[in-house]
């Protein structure tokens, strides 16, 4: 499966960006999928899981309630809704995709390693 992610940019702090990662597979129910994000200095970690059932999601608690992730299968195109955006929330986001279906925190936390990757996209968050 080959991903790239679009939709990256600078935004002021409140305000929004809707990200998207376009798959060359339809990935419900054959791939969990997540976003990730590295800022500068920092390791890669997960925002949002989301397994491969889609009936199970997982958020970072920092992103909990700001940050929405869903899928579109007929676009074969993942979302990350953003918003209220922070400083903190800079860096550059990746979406990945696994064929398993294990607990989605398991990706975001890192107890199961997603194998294939977008090459990212910038977000910056500025005043």
Same mark, same amino acid.
């Given at each position: 499966?080959?991903? =790239?992610?679009?939709?990256?940019?600078?935004?002021?702090?409140?305000?929004?960006?809707?990200?998207?990662?376009?798959?060359? /597979?339809?990935?419900?129910?054959?791939?969990?999928?997540?976003?990730?994000?590295?800022?500068?200095?920092?390791e890669? /970690?997960?925002? #949002?899981?989301m397994?491969?059932?889609?009936?199970?999601?997982?958020?970072?608690?920092?992103?909990?309630? *700001?940050?929405?992730?869903? *899928?579109?299968? #007929?676009?074969? =195109?993942i979302?990350?809704?953003?918003?209220?955006?922070?400083? /903190?929330?800079?860096?550059?986001?990746?979406? #990945? #995709?696994?064929?398993?279906?294990?607990?989605?925190?398991y990706?975001?936390?890192?107890?199961?390693?997603f194998?294939?990757?977008?090459?990212?996209?910038?977000?910056?968050?500025s005043?």
């Open positions: 499966i080959q991903l =790239t992610e679009s939709g990256g940019g600078l935004v002021q702090p409140g305000g929004s960006l809707l990200l998207s990662c376009a798959t060359s /597979e339809t990935t419900s129910n054959w791939y969990s999928i997540g976003w990730f994000r590295q800022a500068p200095g920092k890669r /970690e997960g925002m #949002a899981c397994k491969s059932s889609g009936d199970e999601l997982y958020y970072e608690p920092s992103v909990d309630g *700001r940050f929405i992730m869903s *899928r579109d299968d #007929a676009k074969k =195109t979302y990350l809704q953003m918003n209220n955006l922070e400083p /903190e929330d800079s860096g550059i986001y990746y979406c #990945a #995709a696994d064929p398993s279906g294990f607990p989605a925190n990706y975001c936390t890192g107890m199961i390693s194998d294939h990757w977008g090459r990212g996209t910038q977000v910056t968050v005043p």
